[in-house]
């Protein structure tokens, strides 16, 4: 009997627990030739805001050991070219599409993209990206003091966004969390607490890369987001932490190269996961993800991935 792989998120069904992160797919369409789409357990788009981005200026990336840095700044067509242009592509994977958000003037763009995005079929679950560099806590609260800290980093201040936004939409909402906190358990609380029916973690850490011969940050950006393997026993510290702390489901992210590295997750108390930078590097990998976990599960003899799902053994 073959092992049962399907999860929920709030009410969205996915039939595996493999998803493809934010910003590291392209529109999906650039994949396409590499394999099957519809193998996914869901999609989860570049991060769209109102009005179109250009991004910061480049060189936005740069390798790292065992991870990249990237400062891209959320470059992206907004909202109307996005629904006109790249929606029906992605719904025609046969996938579920979760579309990630921001917003780059206080909440009311959350709520004006999680309204539009509310009515349209194609869109199965919304992703808050509140943790992104490019969004401060002053969107939220007009404080003066904290005009360098992102909404994620503030338990009050995630609690208001989402539940202003909890009441523009009736999808699946979905937080996605910074790991640039003291405890991003008690972040994860609040999200839980206004509404989220799950929450993702992590984002990127930030991190610095210096040319020591010109003296010069290697992103023109100077500060950027730290991904890859090299942070994948943080991201896997922090799933478990805020499992200890929270009932609705956990995606877990970050240094996801393989069906292994994806199992830490999902033994530390993620119920799906989300491969991100990896895709870079080998197109097919989510695939064998979701392969290696099936046969995990069959040569362990666990019928249902759900008793997979936070079984740390400490």
């Known amino acids: 009997m073959e092992p049962k792989i399907s999860i929920s998120l709030g009410r969205l069904k996915l039939k595996n627990p493999v998803m493809i992160a934010s910003g590291t797919f392209g529109y999906a369409r650039e994949f396409s030739d590499f394999f099957d789409l519809k193998k996914l357990g869901a999609i989860v788009t570049k991060t769209i805001t109102l009005r179109a981005r250009q991004g910061n200026l480049p060189p936005r990336t740069c390798e790292t050991p065992a991870g990249m840095l990237n ?160 942070v994948r026993p943080i991201a896997v510290r922090m799933v478990w932490e805020a499992y200890q702390k929270i009932k609705i489901p956990i995606i877990g992210m970050g240094g996801i190269i393989d069906d292994l590295s994806a199992l830490e997750f999902l033994i530390a108390g993620a119920t799906a996961v989300s491969v991100g930078t990896a895709n870079f590097v080998y197109p097919r990998v989510t695939i064998e993800i979701i392969e290696g976990v099936r046969k995990y599960l069959r040569r362990n003899r666990i019928k249902d991935i759900k008793y997979l799902s936070g079984s740390l053994n400490l």
Do not use: H
Request: charged letters at 20%; aromatic letters at 2%; a positive charge.
């Open 71 to 230: 400062s891209v700044g959320l470059e992206n067509p907004g909202i109307d070219a996005f629904i006109r242009e790249k929606l029906p592509l992605l719904a025609k994977t046969g996938v579920p599409i979760i579309v990630s958000i921001a917003s780059e003037a206080g909440w009311q763009e959350f709520v004006e993209l999680a309204r539009r995005l509310d009515k349209i079929k194609a869109v199965a679950a919304l992703e808050l990206n509140i943790s992104c560099p490019n969004i401060s806590r002053r969107s939220i609260v007009d404080s003066p003091q904290a005009t360098k800290l992102l909404i994620s980093q503030d338990s009050k201040a995630t609690y208001d966004l989402v539940k202003t936004v909890r009441k523009a939409t009736r999808k699946t909402l979905i937080t996605k969390l910074s790991p640039n906190v003291t405890d991003i358990a008690e972040i994860a609380v609040a999200a839980e607490a206004a509404g989220s029916d799950a929450v993702s973690l992590i984002n990127t850490l930030t991190g610095m890369s210096i040319d020591a011969q010109s003296r010069r940050s290697k992103v023109a950006a100077g500060i950027a987001g730290l991904s890859g393997p090299a």
